[in-house]
């Protein structure tokens, strides 16, 4: 499981073996399985790679032998963001842990990640992958190149060389052209990769690029639309604004900091003839105490009471963000018709029911834009690029608390008046196909942040013209022309399709639509026909040229993923946990997790249960499960009972070793369900070897041998009752 830009088109596949490189084709994703499935039960080579959520995707590689290198590469295009005359280019390196809200769902799961799959999140196990032990090697090394041509894009009077900025890692710099930046050897793939580099103002511009149609695909078009200067002077409209606060488990250390000073930024940038109030989330929701039932004016006195509450949060919890979208709708639902309605979102984002949340979204009636702040280094840009867009707001992304100031200048201009409204395109000499242009409604432009804009174009005939209109915010209209200039087929075939894919999905994902099956069937059309990935198909390669493994043994093998950069929940949980297992040792965020006594139980059960009986998969010379849990559950016994007496160090430390021996037994059976008992006897580990060294007073320990009593007695047993709905801090 891997990220990818969310903008990003995902136009090929390929698979290398050797010298022979095998195209992948693009299907229907239940065909592409069982084209897979197929393969690999006739022993040939296959690859296939699938999308689950905009921005992350899962990949598998079967029938490698023993010693053989197979590479795959996939080819993307996508459009670079431009705010204040500055580009961004953002290469995602982790899926960071995602919130998984709802009722665990029987039967197995559909992924091989740590998540439970539930009923609001039926397939959170394809979005969870495993996560690697802080301090263990990095499994994968990372290598990264960007080459940026600088003709028609970057100012050559300039050094813009000495502009170019990566943020979050370490780069050489190479002179072109083109220009070279790579990573510095070393670094991990625990955050992403961002690079700025300033944009020549002769090309931020109004923009239409044209296509001619082609092997019976229409043509395509491309406008880009930069707003103009907004007026001077002009009284700004009213405005009802409600900030929402993110302060789950994950918003911990310094995101928390800056998730508190953004929020207190827009606070104070408020006017008096402006209302507002908070809305801090995590299981709960809570509000300062002075605009906990209504919008307060933005006097002096009510904002500093706000800003003097917000000094007070903390990161704990989960993060259900449903519940304070819904806080936030109420406040705004009774604003007056003539004053602005805006939600503020600061989080990063870490949840794994986008779909859930857009489909609440969607049904609410009240009508207020969303602005979002992503604040994080592995961010969920995806989901609330497409928040903000269904909204019609705008998203800005923050890796670090030094950025902060800097975006805000930003994000305080965009969550005012814009600058246009009710935008209207009129093509001039040749017509659009109908219902081709995206997004379907145009939105709002604001100062410094341009706009693009999608579509098909009927015939090949004249020249191609746009007509532009709007409104100024005083309600004087504001038109202008662009004429067309032709531009890449292929490329302006894969972004249209790019965006008309998102912008069905999450049509799709809202439940509005009544014909949800022909709408899946549209999705499938134009992912086929712009070639590019959606999450109703997938791309298949398979190596027909020799069977490398007919009817022969298969081991499958997850790849985890590295521990985001800089999650206080990492380093405060597993700070001390260095096992003596192999480094490829993969365990869930769950084990940094405070998580109820019924639902770890049930998990470890279920994982454990299975092997009893099946000692012929672990690796040779290794006790089986069941005779270590046995006298795991001798020497916990022994614990307990001392603990009213003089304690004995001797048996904490053979509790120590006994995990570890456990453990590693359980990994090497190099099976999901071991691996998921195995990570859950990490936190176990931790504190018995913290106890043995005499660092914790002994009563703070009790409630800890209680819940390892209980793991112990399910080893072996049946399938545990389900205990209601899943609770855990993340």
């Known amino acids: ?268 940038a408020l006017l008096d003839q402006d209302r507002f109030t908070i809305v801090a989330f995590d299981n709960e929701v809570s509000h300062p105490p002075h605009a906990e039932e209504r919008l307060v004016e933005a006097t002096d006195r009510n904002r500093w009471r706000a800003l003097e509450w917000l000094g007070k949060i903390e990161a704990r919890g989960g993060t259900e963000m449903g519940s304070a979208l819904h806080s936030a709708f109420g406040f705004l639902a009774d604003a007056g018709t003539q004053r602005q309605k805006v939600i503020v979102l600061v989080t990063d984002g870490q949840v794994a029911g986008e779909d859930a949340l857009l489909k609440r979204l969607k049904k609410s009636g009240t009508l207020a834009r969303i602005h979002a702040i992503g604040i994080d280094q592995a961010v969920n840009a995806g989901f609330l690029r497409r928040l903000a867009d269904l909204r019609g707001g705008t998203c800005d992304l923050v890796e670090s608390e030094d950025r902060l100031d800097e975006a805000m200048e930003a994000i305080q201009r965009t969550i005012g008046t814009p600058v246009l409204t009710g935008l209207r395109l009129e093509p001039l ?118 069977v490398v493994n007919k009817g022969g043994r298969q081991q499958a093998i997850i790849q985890p993923v590295e521990a985001p950069a800089d999650w206080e929940m990492f380093s405060e949980h597993v700070r001390a946990c260095r096992l003596p297992l192999c480094d490829s040792l993969a365990f869930s965020v769950d084990a940094s997790i405070r998580m109820r006594s019924p639902d770890l139980t049930r998990r470890v059960r279920q994982a454990v249960s299975s092997l009893i009986g099946r000692e012929e998969s672990l690796s040779p010379g290794r006790r089986g499960v069941s005779d270590i849990a046995a006298d795991l559950r001798t020497v916990t016994e022994e614990l307990e009972r001392s603990l009213a007496r003089r304690p004995k160090w001797r048996l904490w430390d053979k509790l120590v070793k006994l995990l570890d021996e456990l453990t590693t037994t359980l990994v090497s059976a190099h099976d999901p369900r071991a691996t998921e008992a195995a990570r859950l006897l990490l936190r176990s580990r931790e504190i018995a070897s913290t106890v043995a060294k005499k660092a914790i007073d002994l009563d703070k320990v009790r409630e800890h041998l209680g819940l390892l009593t209980a793991m112990l007695d399910s080893i072996g047993s049946g399938p545990a009752p389900e205990p209601g709905r899943k609770e855990f801090w993340m």
């Open 1 to 268: 499981m891997f990220p990818l830009p969310d903008r990003a088109a995902v136009t090929s596949f390929r698979m290398k073996v050797a010298d022979r490189v095998i195209e992948a084709d693009l299907k229907e994703r239940a065909q592409a399985r069982e084209d897979y499935e197929k393969a690999i039960k006739a022993g040939h080579r296959a690859a296939i790679a699938e999308e689950d959520r905009s921005g992350v995707f899962s990949l598998r590689v079967g029938n490698i032998p023993a010693q053989e290198q197979v590479s795959v590469e996939l080819t993307l295009v996508g459009p670079l963001p431009v705010t204040a005359g500055e580009a961004t280019f953002r290469f995602p390196l982790v899926v960071a842990p995602r919130y998984v809200a709802g009722r665990p769902l029987d039967g197995s799961p559909v992924g091989s990640g740590w998540g439970l799959d539930t009923d609001e999140v039926p397939d959170a196990s394809r979005v969870t992958p495993p996560v690697l032990l802080p301090g263990f090697p990095n499994p994968v090394r990372l290598s990264l190149v960007v080459e940026i041509d600088s003709a028609g894009l970057l100012s050559t009077g300039d050094d813009w060389a000495a502009q170019i900025r990566s943020s979050l890692h370490s780069v050489i710099q190479d002179d072109g052209p083109p220009l070279t930046v790579r990573l510095q050897p070393g670094e991990r793939l625990n955050r992403d990769f961002i690079l700025r580099f300033p944009v020549a103002a002769e090309t931020i511009q109004t923009t239409l690029l044209r296509s001619p149609a082609s092997d019976g695909q229409p043509g395509k078009f491309m406008l880009m639309v930069v707003p103009p200067s907004p007026p001077e002077g002009e009284r700004p409209t009213p405005r009802d604004v409600v900030v929402i606060l993110d302060r789950s488990g994950s918003m911990g250390g310094w995101k928390m900091v800056a998730a508190r000073r953004a929020a207190g930024r827009i606070v104070d």
């Open 429 to 546: 000499g040749t017509a659009c196909v109908p219902d081709s242009i995206v997004p379907a409604r145009l939105p709002d432009l604001f100062p410094d942040r341009p706009v693009m804009i999608f579509g098909s174009v009927a015939g090949n005939a004249g020249e191609f013209r746009i007509r532009m209109e709007a409104a100024r915010p005083s309600g004087a209209p504001w038109e202008a022309e662009v004429v067309g200039r032709p531009g890449p087929a292929d490329v302006l075939l894969n972004l249209w399709g790019r965006a008309k894919v998102r912008e069905l999905e999450d049509l799709y994902a809202s439940g509005t639509n009544r014909d949800p099956d022909s709408l899946a069937r549209q999705i499938v059309v134009v992912s086929l026909s712009a070639h590019v990935l959606c999450r109703f198909t997938a791309y298949v390669a398979v190596d027909r040229s020799e």
